[in-house]
Nanobody, 118 residues
């Protein structure tokens, strides 16, 4: 059974940084396309960043240059380093694996709340 557990969220001032973690069990983060998504209040969930098994990374335009997605194969954990945070980054952040169509594969976990104050 696949389990993805997000952590690392919190309250931070604009311009600050946070690092989110996604601990995986039941699948290997290094052989799957893994991704971070976020959902702000009243908005649809959106893709933030993805990392392919090859190590190639993709980012939403809104976070390019500020966020970095990475993984630690030994710990089977994916990360999202977020810098220069803006109030519009406030959302619940989720991780998931993507299928070949680029769609999330597994049921959503609880996510981790990120709140950026102005």
């Amino acid at each position: 059974q696949v389990q993805l557990v997000e952590s690392g969220g919190g309250l931070v001032q604009a311009g600050g940084s946070l690092r989110l973690s996604c601990s995986a069990s039941g699948l290997s983060v290094n052989i799957n396309t893994m991704a971070w998504y976020r959902q702000a209040p009243g908005k649809q969930r959106e893709l933030v960043a993805a990392i392919l098994s090859s190590g190639i990374t993709n980012y939403a335009d809104s976070v390019k240059g500020r966020f970095t997605i990475s993984r630690d194969n030994a710990k089977n954990t994916m990360y999202l380093q977020m810098s220069s945070l803006k109030p519009e980054d406030t959302a619940v952040y989720y991780c998931n694996a993507e299928d070949r169509r680029g769609l999330p594969r597994f049921p959503w976990g609880q996510g981790t709340q990120v709140t950026v104050s102005s």
